[in-house]
């Protein structure tokens, strides 16, 4: 058997049958990465403008838009990253009609503990730091893939009510982490595609 990978996909030959193999979870932690990558380039940028002018206001809200709008793909996409991932686990170390008729309609926190527990006989620590980190992602994402129309005053306007540099950053950090602490009860598992980093030269 021969086995050639293309970023999302892996091809296998058996004879003379090629098949293909399609997984997305890398490039979607791909896409977080890159997007993230412009937000460090866009806040090292805006730290060197002195505000002066109403026009230097305006430039710089602009720039906060965009950051939000790449932090909302960065925690979207780590959101799939994870749900790709533990999807295609179930699947290989299962089977596709086993994981459809009990295990894909779990929600994604279900999933990351349930799969792992039937695999392995054991399951990530649910109290751990990084299962928190998971939860918060989760409550995120969901906060902007069911997004309610809200208005508010300026004086009642939160830090929260915004996406932020920090926001992408742990969303990215909890991808890593997560997979990182899911090899230490299955060592078999490739943890090779988390180790693209970020090339931060705005820190």
């Known amino acids: 058997?021969?086995?050639?990978?293309?970023?999302?996909?892996?091809?296998?030959?058996?004879?003379?049958?090629?098949?293909?193999?399609?997984?997305?979870?890398e490039t979607f932690y791909s896409i977080s990465l890159n997007n993230y990558?412009?937000?460090?380039?866009?806040?090292?940028?805006?730290?060197?403008?002195?505000?002066?002018?109403?026009?230097?206001?305006?430039?710089?809200?602009?720039?906060?838009?965009?950051i939000q709008r790449l932090a909302v793909t960065t925690v979207v996409f780590s959101?799939?990253?994870?749900?790709?991932?533990?999807?295609?686990?179930?699947?290989?170390?299962?089977?596709?009609?086993?994981?459809?008729?009990?295990?894909?309609?779990?929600?994604?926190?279900?999933?990351?503990?349930?799969?792992?527990?039937?695999?392995?006989?054991?399951?990530?620590?649910?109290?751990?730091?990084?299962?928190g980190k998971m939860i918060e992602l989760i409550k995120l994402r969901n906060r902007l893939v069911h997004d309610k129309q809200k208005i508010k005053k300026i004086t009642e306007i939160k830090d929260s009510d915004w996406l932020t540099e920090g926001d992408a950053r742990k969303a990215i950090e909890t991808v890593k982490e997560l997979i990182i602490e899911f090899n230490k009860i299955d060592k078999s598992i490739d943890i090779g595609w988390i180790s693209e980093t970020l090339n931060n030269h705005y820190a």
């Open 79 to 131: 959101c799939m990253c994870l749900e790709s991932y533990i999807n295609c686990y179930g699947i290989i170390n299962s089977s596709k009609s086993y994981f459809e008729n009990y295990l894909d309609k779990l929600d994604l926190k279900s999933k990351w503990i349930i799969i792992p527990k039937i695999v392995t006989g054991k399951k990530i620590k649910t109290d751990s730091i990084v299962f």
């Open 37 to 66: 990558q412009q937000i460090l380039k866009i806040c090292h940028d805006k730290n060197k403008i002195k505000v002066e002018t109403n026009n230097d206001i305006d430039f710089i809200c602009k720039w906060n838009a965009q």
């Open 1 to 25: 058997m021969t086995l050639v990978t293309l970023d999302h996909l892996t091809m296998s030959r058996i004879g003379d049958t090629l098949k293909v193999k399609f997984q997305f979870y």
